[in-house]
């Protein structure tokens, strides 16, 4: 009888290898169809992911019951086991990862037209000092528009104020969502030990009651 796990394992990792790829190229997203496209794409990637996940968990539990039919020592066993719970983890990180895409998109974006702001405020101080320098009095006309400068620096300003408390905002319903995640992870783990510690305990069980009959 084959052993589909080696198959799986490596599919399992180049998949979670290229999540993670297109969770990091959220920040350099400019566009929201460019964003719903990488979204979309991270969604299917991560299911499935997750469907092989469960299908090396069948595996393992398939070699638990008869391990003679595949050939699997138990610290190869051990092994599986351990690569199963990583991989777990690894995409409930890289599910909260897609989770917070939305907010990471957001926050890259609000940090570009700070820095456009910035820069525009630059220019216009740059502007406000050469125009000092080159005349020692101003006609009503400039001091108007030193005026609106000015005005604009401050409206900038007040917009960057609210930029951040906006993304401070959605850094916590993002802190919000991984905690709920990360319970439902060690629920999830938690159920997966019941399961492979009953099948543990009815191979003992079917192994003594084997080893009596050949006694009697």
């Known amino acids: 009888m084959s052993d589909p796990f080696n198959l799986v394992k490596g599919e399992v990792q180049s998949s979670l290898r290229q999540a993670k790829i297109l969770c990091e190229s959220?920040?350099?997203?400019?566009?929201?169809?460019?964003?719903?496209?990488v979204q979309t794409?991270?969604?299917?990637?991560?299911?499935?992911?997750?469907?092989?996940?469960?299908?090396?968990?069948?595996?393992?539990?398939?070699?638990?019951?008869?391990?003679?039919?595949?050939?699997?020592?138990?610290?190869?066993?051990?092994s599986r086991k351990q690569f199963i719970a990583t991989a777990r983890q690894d995409l409930t990180g890289l599910q909260s990862e897609s989770d917070r895409s939305e907010s990471t998109f957001r926050i890259a974006q609000s940090s570009r037209q700070r820095e456009e702001l910035l820069a525009a405020s630059d220019r216009g101080a740059q502007r406000r000092g050469v125009a000092t320098t080159t005349s020692g009095s101003q006609s009503s006309s400039d001091r108007h528009s030193v005026g609106v400068d000015?005005?604009?620096?401050?409206?900038?300003?007040?917009?960057?104020?609210?930029?951040?408390v906006k993304e401070q905002d959605l850094s916590m319903d993002?802190?919000?969502?991984?905690?709920?995640?990360?319970?439902?992870?060690?629920?999830?783990?938690?159920?997966?030990?019941?399961?492979?510690?009953?099948?543990?305990?009815?191979?003992a069980v079917k192994t003594q009651l084997q080893g009596n009959r050949y006694m009697r």
């Not at 959220?26 to 496209?37: G, M």
């Not at 005005?151 to 900038?156: A, G, L, P, R, T």
């Open 41 to 78: 794409e991270l969604s299917d990637l991560l299911e499935n992911i997750s469907g092989d996940i469960d299908d090396l968990s069948q595996t393992v539990f398939a070699v638990e019951r008869d391990p003679s039919s595949f050939n699997v020592t138990i610290e190869e066993l051990e």
């Open 26 to 37: 959220v920040p350099n997203i400019t566009s929201q169809a460019e964003l719903r496209r």
């Open 150 to 164: 000015v005005d604009s620096f401050i409206q900038d300003h007040n917009m960057q104020q609210q930029l951040l």
């Open 174 to 203: 993002d802190l919000g969502r991984t905690v709920g995640r990360l319970h439902r992870m060690g629920r999830d783990i938690n159920t997966e030990l019941e399961q492979q510690s009953r099948y543990a305990t009815n191979l």
